[in-house]
């Protein structure tokens, strides 16, 4: 079943009337008509079942049926990560929506190229992913930071760093197991540019009291690669796949 | 610096004329001149440093200079994937190489939509992948099969069939542990594609002996992203990353 990320309150028996580019896609792309049922969640409410009231030139209105799930989210967990080549963060913002992250953080290291991205864009990305993977909420881009900003008003949050130079340990031998029945503390994934970190940002991150340092393995991973090996890591050891 | 796949043997003081194309990669793209250095690995005889003996527009010649790395190859891992849409299936064959597998073995099943490939484009986006990834083979890509062709001719290589539907254990608690000291046995990840396996194909692979079944996490997840996560947790567990 089609599932649509709305910005309406979700409460019994209400109306909704889709956004523009929403209606389009309903009814002229997917071909659904009056009748027809999709999935409408807003990150807070819950996922509803709706049926399509009114498709027509003017728009398309929905009617809300029941919820058929409460509200839920996933482990907190933030991927930090360096502004690489567009289509390479296009596919780490969807990546990240499908494996769970709460929020994408754009840094801005010493090597990276870049220091700007269209936010709007990636956030509509995020949007389209969390439709589809099934997902209550959808995870918030964050507008870049420099490294050292980020790290200026760093709020405690476990860090786990991916070193490709050196002699960290792999990354299920470098996570911490969680005390059984208690979910995992909030941590953030980062991720270098394709050029890695600087020695002195390595010796930076490793120097941190809240930072892990760990290994994906004996190849060079690209960013996109580095980032889905982290996350999926992360979920398998501390979070909700476990 | 820059690595090369070639097909030519490699020894001590040979000569190697490049193929047209990585001559022109060489010298027109990444602006390389007589005299400067390269990496070459052909899959047989390790990591070679070779020298840029001539350049011109008749093409290109290497002088090998010395082995640097001898030759060595990862695991045992089959990738064996359903036809996906082309950009997704390219994208797998990078990761595949990255995450290094050592085939990757093109699958028909019940709900593929596609039955041919462009297996060359795939080999190419492979080699590619193992140049950049640092890795000393180039994976295999293998010409695709309907799943029961391939079930009928499979020689107990050990299966990890990623399931969406149902509940089978997460894929870190369904590998095996590996004996300390010992390698891993063969295996080969299955992954469907985006449709999922029909009821018949679910049962049929659940009543393999050699197979296992497992899940990756409560959303549903794109066939690239299954395939990175999978071979990721694999390397992580029974692979070069533990």
């Keep these: 079943m089609i599932r649509l990320h709305v910005r309406n309150p979700l409460t019994a028996g209400a109306g909704l009337a ?21 999935l409408v969640f807003n990150g807070a409410d819950g996922e509803w079942r709706a049926r399509l009231a009114e498709a027509g030139k003017r728009g398309a209105l929905l009617a809300l049926v029941e919820q058929v799930r409460p509200q839920a989210v996933g482990p907190d967990l933030d991927l930090v990560i360096a502004l690489v080549k567009r289509t390479r963060l296009e596919t780490i913002v969807e990546k990240a929506a ?32 969390a439709e589809q993977t099934g997902r209550l909420d959808v995870p918030e881009i964050v507008a870049p930071l420099k490294l050292e900003k980020m790290l200026s008003t760093w709020n405690d949050r476990r ?22 029945g208690r979910g995992p503390e909030p941590w953030a994934i980062l991720i270098g540019p394709e050029g890695g970190f600087s020695p002195a940002e390595r010796d930076r991150l490793r120097a941190l009291p809240y930072a892990t340092a760990a290994s994906l393995g004996p190849r060079i991973l690209r960013a996109d690669t580095a980032a889905i090996s982290a996350l999926t890591l992360w979920q398998a050891r501390l979070g909700d796949w476990a």
Excluded: K, W
């Design 159 to 180: 860090l786990l760093f991916c070193d490709e130079a050196g002699d960290a340990p792999p990354v299920l031998d470098a996570l911490p197991l969680t005390a059984r």
């Design 18 to 38: 889709l956004e523009p580019d929403q209606a389009r896609y309903l009814t002229s792309v997917m071909r659904r008509g009056v009748g027809d049922e999709v």
């Design 98 to 129: 499908e494996l769970g992250a709460r929020r994408v953080r754009l840094v801005i290291t010493e090597r990276t190229n870049a220091d700007h991205t269209r936010i709007e864009r990636l956030q509509a990305i995020a949007t389209e992913a």
